[in-house]
């Protein structure tokens, strides 16, 4: 059976990198990006993404999937010296059966703390982030670095 996948038309996070959206990135490369995520699972949520629109994970090239890993890595290592979390969640979803709400591949960042209420809810679910916060959210992260 193939997979199912949301439809969102136009993509989100084509619109976010083209500029016809508010979005808040935190560290780019040339084939792969970062952002802030605009329903914060726990305050510091971030998504790394390919640039390019792809569906799922096994549609990314190599050379985006180490630039992928790149961010991800500083994205780790910031949030923990940022927030000094006690754990980090951090998963991809593929089709509608895995739980993947958004139509373009990307890896989710979480970081956890002991005592804070968490759910597994779709992300739509949760309450919206101004702008403003994500800034600052952006901010915390890059200044960790």
Same mark, same amino acid.
């Given at each position: 059976m193939p997979y199912t996948f949301p439809v969102a038309e136009p993509c989100p996070a084509c619109?976010?990198?083209a500029g016809r959206e508010p979005w808040v990135p &935190?560290? *780019?490369t040339k084939l792969a990006t970062s952002y &802030?995520? *605009?329903r914060q699972r726990t305050h510091g949520t971030v998504c790394v993404i390919p640039k390019r629109h792809?569906?799922?994970l096994a549609e990314i090239?190599?050379?985006e999937l180490a630039e992928m890993s790149s961010i991800l890595h500083r994205i780790l290592t910031c949030i923990e010296r940022a927030?000094?979390?006690d754990g980090l969640h951090t998963w991809i979803s593929t089709g509608d059966l895995g739980s993947q709400h958004r139509p373009h591949a990307h890896i989710n960042v979480v970081p956890r703390r002991v005592g804070e209420d968490y759910?597994?809810?779709a992300s739509f679910g949760l309450a919206f982030v101004p702008i403003d916060d994500r800034q600052r959210i952006a901010d915390e992260i890059r200044g960790a670095e």
């Amino acid at each position: 059976m193939p997979y199912t996948f949301p439809v969102a038309e136009p993509c989100p996070a084509c619109e976010w990198q083209a500029g016809r959206e508010p979005w808040v990135p &935190v560290f *780019s490369t040339k084939l792969a990006t970062s952002y &802030v995520a *605009s329903r914060q699972r726990t305050h510091g949520t971030v998504c790394v993404i390919p640039k390019r629109h792809v569906l799922r994970l096994a549609e990314i090239r190599t050379d985006e999937l180490a630039e992928m890993s790149s961010i991800l890595h500083r994205i780790l290592t910031c949030i923990e010296r940022a927030y000094s979390p006690d754990g980090l969640h951090t998963w991809i979803s593929t089709g509608d059966l895995g739980s993947q709400h958004r139509p373009h591949a990307h890896i989710n960042v979480v970081p956890r703390r002991v005592g804070e209420d968490y759910t597994f809810e779709a992300s739509f679910g949760l309450a919206f982030v101004p702008i403003d916060d994500r800034q600052r959210i952006a901010d915390e992260i890059r200044g960790a670095e």
